[in-house]
Nanobody, 116 residues
Framework: QVQLVESGGGLVQAGGSLRLSCAAS????????MGWYRQAPGEQREFVAT???????NYADSVKGRFTISRDNAKNTVYLQMSSLKPEDTGVYYC??????????WGQGTQVTVSS
């Protein structure tokens, strides 16, 4: 059974930083694409960043230069370092896995609130 557990969310002032973590189990983590998505109140879930097993990364334009996605395959964990946070970064942040066969799933989410 695949499980993703996010942590690290919280309340931060604009301009501040947070680091999110997502610990995975039940998958061959090193060959699995991991991603972060977010959903603001009343909005659709949107792409933030992804990272492949070989650590190739992709970012949404809105977070480029401010957010960094990384992974530790030895710990089966993916991270999202968020800096220069803005109020519009507020939302529930979700971790997602995608296997080479296309199977995917989501974590339960962690709330990030950026105050102005």
């Amino acid at each position: 059974q695949v499980q993703l557990v996010e942590s690290g969310g919280g309340l931060v002032q604009a301009g501040g930083s947070l680091r999110l973590s997502c610990a995975a189990s039940g998958i061959i983590f090193s060959i699995t694409v991991m991603g972060w998505y977010r959903q603001a109140p009343g909005e659709q879930r949107e792409f933030v960043a992804t990272i492949t097993g070989s650590s190739s990364t992709n970012y949404a334009d809105s977070v480029k230069g401010r957010f960094t996605i990384s992974r530790d395959n030895a710990k089966n964990t993916v991270y999202l370092q968020m800096s220069s946070l803005k109020p519009e970064d507020t939302g529930v942040y979700y971790c997602k896995y995608t296997t080479p066969l296309g199977l995917n799933g989501w974590g339960q989410g962690t709330q990030v609130t950026v105050s102005s």
